[in-house]
Structures are given as structure tokens and as C-alpha cells.
């Protein structure tokens, strides 16, 4: 199951990708995301990561010169260290079940770095349908299977 949400993230990412110029967010995003679609606190935790990191980044670009790699590479470590920090906050609401977590420590920078590059508001809805659609295709594939 998990394989096959990784295939068909980057399948499905890459066809829309073809029709409509946008990427949901990287190549391995879709397939992550989709891994956590009954949990969509930690989505949206990812994303709020994710603005964080770019805010971030795009402040600092005021200051240094970042493009490129750098600005790739700086992304990536930023949602690390932001992820890596949203661990060690003992945030925890007892009576929801809620917790402040976010899916992985690659995928923030990821998307932070999609939101750079295409825009915040493209990003997140390349990012609805391309999880929304690989979500349905693993339901009809897998029926019955709680993933």
C-alpha cells in the first residue's frame, strides 16, 4: 500500500503536472500526504510548517543571496530544524487528540520550496487535487483497506 501511494503520487503529480504547469508540492510529497489523508491535522500542521519555512527563507533572501541551490538547500534545512522544533514543543490538547505534528522532516522544505517557486495559493491546490485523486485511485484499488 504504501509503495503503491508513492507510485501513484509521483504518477498523478507528474500527469497533472503535464496539463497544468503545477507541481503538487514535489515529487514525493503527493505520496506522503496521501499516507496521512485520515489524519488531516498533521496535513495541515505540514503546511503551516511548510509558510513557516517560507516566510523564513523569503526574509532571509532580503538579506543573502539566495537562488537556486542554495535557496533549495536552505528551505530543506529550515523545514528540518522548524519540524525538529515543532517535536520538542509539548503541545498536546488531551480532550481532541491533537497533536502538533508534522508529516516528515524532507516534506516541509518541499513544499516551501514549491510555494517559492509557483506561488503559496498554486501550490496548496496542486496539492488538493493531486492528493485527492491518488487518494480515490488507492480507495478503488485497495477496497476495504484502512491506510
Do not use: H
Not at 503527493?30 to 526574509?59: D, H, Q
Not at 538547500?73 to 514543543?89: P, V
Request: aromatic residues 16%.
Amino acid at each position: 500500500m504504501i509503495i503503491a501511494s508513492f507510485g501513484l503520487g509521483i504518477f498523478i503529480g507528474f500527469i497533472f503536472f503535464e496539463i497544468s504547469g503545477l507541481t503538487a508540492g514535489g515529487i514525493i510529497v503527493p505520496g506522503y500526504l496521501v499516507l496521512y489523508v485520515r489524519e488531516p491535522e498533521r496535513i495541515v500542521v505540514t503546511i503551516l510548517v511548510s509558510l513557516i519555512v517560507f516566510c523564513i527563507v523569503t526574509l532571509l533572501s532580503r538579506y543573502c543571496i539566495l537562488y537556486g541551490r542554495r535557496r533549495f538547500f536552505l528551505m530543506i534545512l529550515t523545514g528540518f530544524i522548524i519540524r525538529y522544533g515543532f517535536d520538542m514543543l509539548p503541545v498536546y490538547l488531551p480532550e481532541s487528540g491533537f497533536e502538533l505534528k508534522a508529516i516528515g522532516y524532507i516534506i516541509p522544505g518541499l513544499i516551501a520550496n514549491e510555494f517559492y517557486r509557483q506561488g503559496v495559493v498554486k501550490t496548496i491546490l496542486a496539492i488538493i487535487v493531486v492528493v485527492t485523486v491518488v487518494f480515490l485511485l488507492l480507495t478503488i484499488i485497495f477496497p476495504g483497506s484502512a491506510f
